[in-house]
């Protein structure tokens, strides 16, 4: 009749009791709290009851028509020499990396001369290219032309701030790509070599994937630089972009703080749009590196509002 | 096995490799025939792991000759010059060997599906639909038909290993060539991936396995073969060579490791 000796927990006993301890208090936090607060109340004080600051031609500017399209000419500038830039990066990096030692160093050459001038420079020269060549034309090398244009009409200030932001930005993109496609490790090139993969599939579909998850976050960096560096294609002269439009309104004003504010709105707007694009970017590039993704800012919200649905998930 | 006059699967003879001044490999002779399982052992730094590179030309040998089912590995003979092969060339002598590495090496950002599929889609263009079936099938068979879905993240070393198993599998290779598999294992999870090597060799694959699993080379090994400062030190089959080595310094190197 002797019962065994028990092992599994006896159901009278209740569970231990749930800590309920005293949260450790952080009275810096509160210290901070209002010596910011003041500071800020001050600063927002400052700005609002400054006259000079002319807010209402702030508000009567903002969203005027001139400005909406220079906003429009300075996103095509970007997204053109970005997209350009990038390619040519990419060509530039695996040129530099290339066991052919004329490609390498020509990559080299490019590099030097991009990162080694300043991009006003290389603007105002791409300005002057139709002095230095008045026609372009298409034909063999050193023998018989087949066509021949004007160079005025084909490289337009447009198209020269195009080509002088692109090939300055490919220089920087070449460094960013190269130390992504370096951080992939060696054992991936052998693996897909191993298995009967060009070394062309092996870059395009083995390392360059891995290698984005580097590249992305200084990518972004570069983009909204690029933004901000189109003002500087007043150089070429190009003066259909946002900065000199604003600059172009208030000199008629004779106001040109609240037109710079007008400004400095549309880049900080564009500029979030961007960096949002580039947080979704990371996101999917990021499969695989982690057991599960974090839940982005939107799903975080409705696991808040909703929180069944979200543990249901 | 060599009655059929066929070509052995795999001839070295006199295989030289220098990596700068350092010698690696210095005269390698071995002979592996088809539906054979040759397992190589021997001290780190012994050449084992660059011998079995130089089979499917990741690394290129300086001196010797080395065939692979009959056909020089990396170059072509015209007369008495040996002419160096194109990338696309060496690319598709790669297609009939399968390899497997220490580190796994799996595509990280592809499922383990992914992995399975994308050489026979881009390499041999084959049709999706089949290459599919037979990846799921090749999961199955290595037991993870479940995980088709996973990141490599998300497995375990030992499952990592069994589709990287797969993964070589896919391609439909003659020969399998295996650097130390199982080397960055935990214990635990050795014999699942052993158990899959088994159960290949059962089937007749021809495999050429570089290992330190001295109980998977006398069980499943038809040879044994001991390395030791890039030269062949001693082979044969393997009961014999690991209960009565003929040689000093197979005898010190198994005194260590069983």
């Known amino acids: 009749m002797a ?11 209740t569970p231990p009791e749930e800590i309920k301890a005293v949260p450790l208090r952080h009275p810096g936090r509160w210290v901070a709290v209002a010596v910011l607060a003041v500071l800020g109340a001050m600063l927002v004080n400052g700005v609002v009851n400054n006259p000079a600051y ?24 970007t997204v ?46 791409w300005g002057l290219i139709s002095v230095l060549y008045p026609t372009i034309g298409i034909g063999i090398p050193f023998g018989p032309e087949f066509a021949s244009f004007e160079t005025q009409t084909v490289i337009t200030f447009f198209v020269a701030a195009v080509i002088g932001l692109s090939l300055n930005e490919a220089a920087y993109m070449a460094e960013i790509v190269r130390a992504g496609i370096l951080s992939v490790s060696e054992g991936q090139s052998e693996a897909a070599a191993a298995l009967g ?14 290698a984005m998850r580097v590249i992305i976050p200084p990518t972004g960096n570069e983009l909204i630089s690029m933004l901000k560096t189109t003002s500087l294609v007043v150089a070429v ?21 609240p037109l710079l504010i007008c400004a400095a709105i549309w880049y900080l707007a564009i500029t979030s749009v961007l960096m949002t694009g580039q947080y979704y970017l990371e996101r999917r590039f990021a499969r695989g590196s982690q057991r599960a993704l974090p839940p982005t800012p939107l799903q975080k919200l409705r696991n808040r509002v909703f929180p069944a649905s979200g543990e249901a998930r | 096995m060599t009655a059929t006059g066929a070509p ?17 490999l210095k005269g390698i002779d071995l002979e592996v025939d088809r539906g054979e399982v040759m397992c190589i052992i021997g001290p780190s730094g012994s050449g084992k792991s660059t011998f079995l590179r130089c089979i499917n030309h990741l690394e290129q040998i300086n001196a010797g000759r080395l065939s692979v089912d009959g056909t020089l590995v990396g170059y072509r003979q015209r007369g008495d010059k040996l002419l160096e092969l194109r990338e696309s060339e060496v690319a598709s002598q790669r297609i009939g060997v399968g390899m497997v590495f220490q580190h796994f090496n799996l595509f990280p950002h ?31 068979r290595v037991g993870l038909a479940e995980k088709a879905d996973a990141y490599p993240s998300q497995l375990s070393g030992g499952q990592q290993q069994r589709v990287a198993i797969a993964r070589a599998l896919s391609m439909r290779p003659k020969l399998m060539l295996f650097d130390e598999p199982t080397s960055a294992l935990d214990p635990e999870l050795v014999g699942e991936v052993l158990d899959v090597m088994r159960g290949l060799a059962e089937d007749g694959m021809t495999m050429v396995v570089v290992t330190h699993e001295m109980g998977f080379a006398r069980e499943v090994g ?29 005898r010190s190197f198994l005194s260590k490791v069983l």
């Open chain 2, 110 to 140: 592809m499922t383990a599906l992914g992995n399975l599929v994308e050489a026979p889609l881009r390499v041999k263009k084959e049709p999706k639909r089949e290459v599919v079936d037979r990846a799921r099938a090749l999961l199955e």
């Open chain 2, 222 to 250: 038809d040879e044994l073969v001991f390395m030791d400062g890039g030269v062949v030190v001693e082979a044969g089959p393997p009961r014999e060579v690991l209960a009565a080595p003929q040689h000093e310094r197979t």
């Open chain 1, 54 to 77: 002319r807010w209402d031609t702030v508000g009567r500017y903002l969203f005027d028509q001139r400005l909406f399209r220079g906003a429009l000419v300075t996103l095509e500038l």
């Open chain 1, 237 to 257: 002269p190009l003066t259909t972009d946002l900065y000199s439009t604003s600059r172009e309104i208030s000199l008629r004003l004779f106001q040109p703080v």
């Open chain 1, 197 to 210: 993969m060009k070394r062309a599939q092996v870059m395009r579909r083995i390392v360059l994937p891995q």
């Open chain 2, 8 to 24: 052995p699967m795999v001839l070295a003879e006199g295989v030289h490799k220098r990596f700068g001044r350092l010698e690696v």
């Open chain 1, 3 to 13: 019962s065994p000796p028990r092992t599994e927990p006896r159901p009278d006993v």
């Open chain 1, 80 to 125: 053109l020499a970005m997209f350009l830039g990038v390619f040519l990066g990419i060509v530039l990096a695996v040129m530099r990396l290339s066991p052919n030692p004329i490609l390498s160093s020509t990559a080299w050459i490019y590099l030097w001369i991009f990162r080694g001038t300043p991009v006003y420079t290389q603007l105002v020269f």
